[in-house]
């Protein structure tokens, strides 16, 4: 009987600890996701600013800044 409540016991920790790990997981993810996309958006905001007086550039070069942006929000739902 004690062997039954001693491996009931351990069962229940360990399904506990595995819930954690994944919502840890989750978190630290989210948390990644959010840092790329703030150093995405200071890239952005830069290139702007070094192409603001010619708008053609500023299209051309800060494209792909936008492109990368969007990706993160779809990958991100």
Do not use: H, W
Not at 35 to 50: D, H
């Amino acid at each position: 009987m004690a062997v039954r409540l001693l491996l009931v016991s351990m069962m229940l920790v360990s399904l506990a600890s595995c819930q954690y790990y994944a919502d840890y997981r989750l978190k630290q993810t989210q948390s990644d996701i959010q840092e790329e996309r703030a150093e995405l958006m200071k890239a952005y905001r830069l290139c702007l600013q070094k192409y603001e007086q010619d708008p053609q550039k500023s299209r051309e070069f800060c494209a792909p800044y936008t492109q990368s942006l969007r990706e993160i929000e779809k990958s991100g739902r």
